[in-house]
């Protein structure tokens, strides 16, 4: 069956759904309309809604690249099937809708805070983690053949002003000195003569670890491959209580209530305020939007001038995030609303196209 946004039987999609805020979840939106819904092709078979009570010995919370990936890793590390929970459609939530854009960011700090705040082995040990899972990720890829059109070639830190440069060049060498990382420095004419015709850029720092993916084929390839390690994936099943009783998790859905002694929480910033007391408050959804252009004529692709496939983002506090896509569209994203009933405001759709006319004018 081809990826459809329309889900049989499902709600429509509600741009303003706000889990922090909206006290009802689910079951059953279409997913959102996105490039990557609509340029998915096939879609694995998932198992459908939870239809009765079951026992099972784990159950993962959330169908999204982390619950999906914890699913692959318990059967893979441990032999454990998981049963994974997902209120909507498989990877409803983020994973269908980001820049499809894989680095080893790890957060505001630089490396070199990292040495500051704690010391170099604990940073070397962090950045080792970092790298190490960008590994696991593309061995995942590899191993199981998921066609989310891997583009690997590094990603590229652009300065967005030249008072970024010497930031980056300290960085550059902290990561190739202290860290082994091969790093590199670009000028701005490298960059606008090798990388893009970004005419805020004045220079860049290159890191080997980068690469542009198709964000739900890579989710929908998860899917393929955790049901293929013995993974049920069961669609339109929020959990909507959970009981712990005798040793046991209850979790009930609208149509089954699904025991399991373990459970894992995967729900990332869609999780509702009363999923679990140890979800309630603590989590910092980190907002974002996203688009994508038409396909680009020839004239504008050589206006842009953007040579590969990388992922490009700017040193900016709230960074623009782009590159240019297979099929020859470019995708730029940045900040967005804080709260769901902001989220249509045209003010963010304007920062985008105008964050876009910026680097690449006519
Ligand atoms: C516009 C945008 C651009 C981004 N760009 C990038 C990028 O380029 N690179 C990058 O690395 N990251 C990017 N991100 C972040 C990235 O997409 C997320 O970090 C990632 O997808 C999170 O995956 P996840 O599995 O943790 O969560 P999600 O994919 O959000 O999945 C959580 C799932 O949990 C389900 N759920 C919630 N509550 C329940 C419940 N009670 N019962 C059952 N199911 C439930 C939801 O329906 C959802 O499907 C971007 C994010 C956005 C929004």
New binding site residues.
Partial sequence: MQVNEKRPGSKPFDPQYD?LMDRT??PG?DYAPTYWIGTAGELPEDDGPVTGDIDVDAVV?????????TAIHLAKMHGIKATV???????????????????I?AGRLKRSQWIDRWDLQTARAMHDEMVGAFDLFRGLVRDHAIACEPQDGGHYYIAHKASAMPGLEAESRVLNDKFGYGSRMLSREEVLETVARDMEAHGAMWEPDGAGIH?AKL?FGYLRVARELGAKVHID????VWEYKDGIHHLK?PRGTVRAKRVAV???????RG?HPRVKDRLLP?????VVTRVLTDDELQSIGIKMLS?LTDTRTLRN?YRLLPDSRLQI?SR?AITGRDAENPAHLKGLCDAMARKFPR
Wanted: net charge neutral; glycine share 16%; with cysteine.
């Fill in positions: 889990p979840l689910g939106s919370i959330g169908s999204g690249y982390t619950g999906l990936s929970l997902e209120a909507n459609g498989v990877a409803y939530g983020c994973s269908t809708r980001n820049g499809g854009q894989a680095q960011s964000a989710a099943s929020p959990v909507q859905t995967a729900t990332a910033a869609y999780a509702p999923l980190i907002m974002s939007n996203s992922p995030y994203g967005a």
